[in-house]
């Protein structure tokens, strides 16, 4: 079983960058895919970004394509997401999940808590 927790959310202006890290705390990590989602205030919660389990291969929405980086680390159990060029709709409480989905989040079987990503204009 994979226990998740994010951190590296925050307040920052338009144009900015944050890094969120997630940490797992299972014996899968290396060999499960991770993926990060968003749930913006009164809207659904959406795909970010997905990278397989050898990190070999990413997967992003078109929302954030260009702009924010997926990677992981399996000696430390951490996946992380670069934002860079940040704008307002990126705001939402951010979640990583693992599992073998790739963009659909019935594929993903454990998630985190979620870290809150502000971004101000």
């Known amino acids: 079983q994979e226990q998740l927790g994010e951190s590296g959310g925050g307040l920052v202006q338009a144009g900015g960058s944050l890094r969120l890290s997630c940490a797992a705390s299972?014996?899968?990590?290396?060999?499960?895919?991770m993926g990060w989602f968003r749930q913006a205030p009164g809207k659904e919660r959406e795909f970010v970004a997905t990278?397989?389990?050898?990190?070999?291969?990413?997967y992003y929405a078109d929302s954030v394509k260009g702009r924010f980086t997926i990677s992981r680390d399996n000696a430390k159990n951490t996946v992380y997401l670069q934002m860079n060029s940040l704008k307002p709709e990126d705001t939402a409480v951010y979640y990583c999940a693992a599992g073998p989905g790739w963009e659909l989040e019935s594929g993903y079987k454990y998630w985190g808590q979620g870290t809150q990503v502000t971004v101000s204009s």
């Open positions: 990278i397989s389990w050898s990190g070999g291969a990413t």
């Open positions: 299972g014996r899968t990590f290396s060999i499960t895919n």
